[in-house]
């Protein structure tokens, strides 16, 4: 389980943000686990904050941003970021049809109601997370979108990832690729496993990958150019280019 997440709360009433950080606050002492609250009484502060959340509590109706737009933009920046849509309004539950949405939470807000939505948010987070064992003994998790990608070279599966570095671990690149979603991973190369939502560049034979790995360049061989090609155009959605 994520040790340390982020959570925030975007709703332009203070009573609400109050009343969802406290049970927020409980749930996570249920659970003994540490959590990071951040509060915002309007979308355009959510929209400018650096910081990646892992749930966002979101209030569908706004006073400078409709809910369902920053959703939008939010989906778009993060795609792993679980949105619980709070709303008095189910006129609006249509357009949020259109998102990627958890839970919708009626005000006036329970306890019930926001317990499970964090029960359902977690069981989710947790399928996001890959276990690995290090050659030093250590079992780390590591977060899938985290991955740039895996490299069997010399006996050794090293995995560069963009918060922790590169981690040289004792699973093969045979267990690393089952282990990950094949809609958003891809082997051009016998010796790698690629995220194909970290490409920077790419050419029919050759991937560059993004910073901090930008000098990496991975060869994609002749036989997988055609399926590798339709599979990366088909995840960046031209799929018919």
Do not use: W
Not at 23 to 35: N, R, S, W
Not at 207 to 233: C, E, H, W
């Amino acid at each position: 389980m994520v040790m340390n997440m982020k959570i925030a709360i975007c709703d332009d009433i203070k009573e609400y943000r109050n009343t969802i950080k406290c049970y927020v606050h409980e749930f996570f002492k249920m659970k003994d686990l540490e959590c990071e609250v951040n509060e915002f009484d309007n979308g355009k502060a959510l929209l400018m904050s650096d910081n990646r959340y892992d749930i966002l509590f979101l209030d569908i109706e706004l006073g400078d941003i409709n809910g369902i737009e920053i959703a939008k933009q939010i989906q778009t920046t993060y795609s792993s970021t679980i949105i619980l849509i709070i709303t008095s309004h189910n006129e609006y539950l249509d357009d949020a049809m259109d998102i990627k949405v958890t839970r919708y939470i009626d005000k006036p807000i329970s306890q019930t109601r926001v317990f499970s939505a964090l029960n359902k948010s977690l069981e989710l987070i947790n399928q996001q997370f890959i276990v690995l064992h290090t050659i030093d003994n250590r079992i780390v998790r590591i977060k899938v979108t985290d991955i740039v990608y895996a490299e069997a070279k010399l006996k050794r599966v090293s995995v560069a990832t963009l918060q922790n570095g590169i981690i040289t671990i004792k699973e093969s690149l045979k267990v690393i690729r089952n282990k990950l979603p094949e809609t958003s991973f891809a082997t051009p190369h016998n010796s790698y496993v690629v995220n194909l939502d970290h490409i920077g560049t790419y050419r029919r034979d050759e991937l560059i990958m993004v910073a901090p790995y930008n000098k990496v360049r991975i060869t994609v061989t002749s036989r997988k150019q055609t399926a590798f090609k339709r599979q990366f155009l088909s995840y960046i959605g031209e799929g018919g280019v």
